[in-house]
Every structure is written in C-alpha cells, then in structure tokens.
C-alpha cells in the first residue's frame, strides 16, 4: 500500500511522528519561522545537537533526536533562498526533500511531517514550492520504503490550500 499522503493546518511541533523537518539554514542555528519554534519545544539540546552535525549545504539534510519534541527524530533539510527562480531554486529544494526522504528511509522511519520549506524568511513562492514539494515527495515514494505516512504540515489556511489544489487531501 502506498504511503499516506496529507496536509493538516497544524504546528508541526505538536506532531507525534518519527520525524518533523526543520526548514533549516546551512549552520543548522536556531533561527526565526518554523526553525524557531522547532528549537524552542525541542529544548536547548537540540542546538547542541546541530552544532555537532552541521554545517549543512543547500538541498542536504541532517537528523537529530527529537528531544522534547513529540516526533522521535528532526530532519533539517536546508532550502533554497529564493532569487526569482533562476538560479536552481527548484532543483536545490527537490533535493532538500529528497535528502530528508533518504534520511527516514535510511532510519526505517514511518512517518514524517514537512512544514513548506524556504517559504518563510527565503522567500520561496508558496504555491511554487508546494508544487515541487508535493512532485518530489511523489515521485520519491515511488521507490519501496519504510514510510506509511506523510504529512505536509500548513502554517496557514493559504498554505493548506495550495496543497490542496495540489491533490493532497486533509
């Protein structure tokens, strides 16, 4: 059976999963947005934890333990900044989501939640993005795995339904 697909209007610090994605920068630093609120549930360890397992390239992902998160693990997969789409903006973020999708695989995760990477503070176009995200995750899971579930976490009810136009139901 293939894997779920899903998106929910939801605080992705909230998710009781294998895994959430940080939306990450290349220091794996605390930052503002989703990253922010990731570090700040997950607690000061989680910072200690990046530390040691960064820096991370553009459309690279690293894990970390969850640590006061309810998702055992965090995946920070590091999108693009957003320079009008010509400078390999949508390559460098499919392959932020499939690095994060290699990372579950390789840890036999089987379920993980992404937020809508680089749309934040990188300025990545939100129905942009989620066409890309929604591709790759597809075309990814076309391969056997160890993912049942896959949630594409929405800040907002724009966000939810651009997934939405995009096939992916609630």
């Not at 940080?22 to 549930?41: E, R």
């Not at 200690?48 to 992902?61: N, S």
């Not at 998702?71 to 690095?99: C, D, M, T």
Request: net charge negative; proline share 6%; hydrophobic share 50%.
């Amino acid at each position: 059976m293939p894997p779920l697909l899903e998106a929910r209007l939801v605080d992705i610090t909230t998710l009781a999963v294998d895994a959430i994605v940080n939306a990450a920068n290349s220091d794996l630093a605390p930052g503002g947005g989703v990253c922010g609120a990731i570090h700040d549930a997950a607690g000061r360890e989680l910072a200690v934890a990046c530390r040691a397992a960064g820096p991370c390239a553009t459309g690279e992902a690293r894990i970390t333990p969850g640590f006061r998160l309810p998702a055992r693990f965090v995946i920070h997969a590091v999108g693009p900044i957003w320079y009008g789409g010509s400078n390999g903006e949508e390559q460098q973020l499919a392959s932020a989501y499939r690095s994060a999708l290699a990372l579950a695989k390789a840890n036999d995760l089987a379920s993980i939640a992404f937020p809508a990477i680089s749309t934040g503070i990188y300025g990545y176009p939100l129905e942009l993005a989620a066409a890309t995200a929604v591709s790759t995750v597809r075309e990814e899971l076309q391969e056997p795995g160890s993912l049942t579930q896959v949630i594409f976490a929405c800040f907002s009810a724009a966000a939810l339904a651009a997934y939405q136009r995009l096939g992916i139901a609630e």
